[in-house]
């Protein structure tokens, strides 16, 4: 599930006049701060092209901003906001019903002693927990003691703020990853991108959560409002379709010029674009997938497997015998390995990573569409791409009844609509939109405030995005209504590439005693 699925684009116009004595300085800066990292860690090419490095070198963007951005980069994230004595976090639309497992923190001792603590409880440290266990518990092998330590309530980082996407728009980079790895690098790196979402689904469906997280396939609809936009996305599915074949054969690109584009864009509601890319993705409501893995794994395997909120690492050192001591406001936890899943925050625990990986701040919003809107949850999901920026939309679905097509009178059809969440739209960006092109959000963890300028875009973009049916009168027309907003602290990396593996010491700076231990 991408956090927030953030990105930016930079025209090939505004690219042609960036200073070159900028980028070769960047280039340096990049190389030096990521080669100590090889190949003791491997960067699988499995994200889109950075644009954090076109950000600083673009020539009319403020210099004040871009060294306050630098340094904010290379600063300690800290851990994330709590209560007291600050302001608390902004409350996403997703929490307004906490999940009954994690609603409030126990008061359990923690265990002295475990084979593996995770950091972090998002989608990684989910994953990693499921993996260890229920693949452990199947092939028969002894289970690992395994504690996960969340600084705030379960899933209360990037995965619990995001927009529910699960999508994957590979044709924006294609042409570029072809260019930098060769095609059959780029075809290996989409497949894989574009194979998240199947895997979703099949592990919702493994722990019976389909329903209740709203998993779903739909149609992902990327609207451009910009022409050279459009045309190197079109160039970029001409060349993945080469490759992919089959995977993505029904992807397909509408273009405004022709008469049968333009009467499927009005059918859309998207006339005011310039034309849309439709492909599969899928949708899903992230802080009952998440949770409610955890929750079943607690209910499951509850002696090897413990979780504890509200229980920030701060610190991790080698004992004599090799092992980790793991600490926490709550006492001390010794293992033999610890996993880093905290995102945007792990430089606070690792300043090696520190202007390798830093946090990005993103914002969201849950909107009441007007009276015109269709119901489209269980259909399509969009983006909107603009000559700089992106935005995403996805529409929350009215649940079981309706999805299931049981509600067969108009009495029941009515009682399905009146879930309280049912419809709404979760719309989220606006990065791009703040001063200096989003440079004053770089290196932020403050989810505590919402950023004014991209508020502003995301209470209007939706109304100028979508046109409303032929025949309804303005005085029909209705706008998008804001119900909620709130900001979410992303991990990102100077070249967009994931970190994945073992730990070496030269970046743990944590005296090895013996060769049983490892941090990820």
Known sequence: VPTTNLRIK????????????????????????????????????????????????HPGLDKIAKEN???????????PLVAEPVAPATQPYWFETPHPQFASPKDE???????VVIVGSGITGASVARHL??????????????????????????????????????????????ELYGREAAAKITKFRIGHLDELLKVAKEEGLVEESQIRVVDSVSAFFDETALDVAQ???????????????????????????????????????????????????????????????LRDLSDSFSVFSHT????????????????????NTKTKHVVHATNGYVGHLLPAVRGAIFPLRGQMSAQKPPGWFP???????????????????????YGKTLKSGNASTENEMKEAKQDATGGDLMFGGGFAQTRNCGLEE??????????????????????????????????KKGEFVVKSMWTGIMGFSMDSLPFVGKLPESMTKRTVFGTNCKAT
């Open 109 to 115: 001792e923690l265990p002295h002693e475990v084979d």
């Open 69 to 79: 951005a630098f340094h904010a980069c290379l600063s300690d994230p800290g851990l």
């Open 375 to 397: 119901y489209q949850a269980e259909e399509r999901s969009w983006n909107f791409e603009y000559e700089v920026g992106f935005d995403y939309l996805t529409q929350i679905s």
């Open 442 to 475: 770089l290196g932020v963890t403050d989810d505590s405030v919402l950023n004014p300028e991209a508020a502003e875009h995301l209470k209007t973009a939706l109304g100028k995005a979508f046109d409303p049916p032929v025949g309804v009168g303005a005085e």
């Open 312 to 331: 920030p690492a701060t610190n991790i050192s080698r004992t004599e015998d090799g092992h980790f001591m793991v600490e926490t406001p709550r006492g």
């Open 235 to 297: 160039k970029g599915l001409v060349e993945m379709r080469k490759d992919l074949g089959d995977i993505v054969e029904k992807w397909a690109a509408i273009e405004k010029g022709d008469a049968e584009g333009l009467i499927e864009l009005k059918r859309l509601g998207l006339a005011s674009s310039d034309g849309c890319i439709r492909g599969r993705a899928g949708a899903v409501w992230p802080y009952r997938l998440v949770p409610g893995i955890l929750s079943h794994l």
């Open 10 to 57: 930079i025209t090939p116009d505004i690219d042609r006049k960036t200073s070159s004595s900028s980028k070769r300085f960047w280039s340096t800066y990049l190389h030096s701060r990521l080669a100590f990292l090889s190949p003791a860690i491997s960067t699988s090419q499995s994200s889109t092209m950075s644009f954090i490095p076109e950000l600083f070198a």
């Open 133 to 178: 266990l229920r693949s452990s518990k199947d092939t028969g092998l002894e289970l690992p003691r395994v504690a996960m330590l969340e600084a705030r309530e379960v899933c209360s980082g990037a995965t619990g703020r995001n927009g529910g996407h699960v999508n994957e728009v590979g044709y924006s980079d294609y042409i570029h990853l072809s």
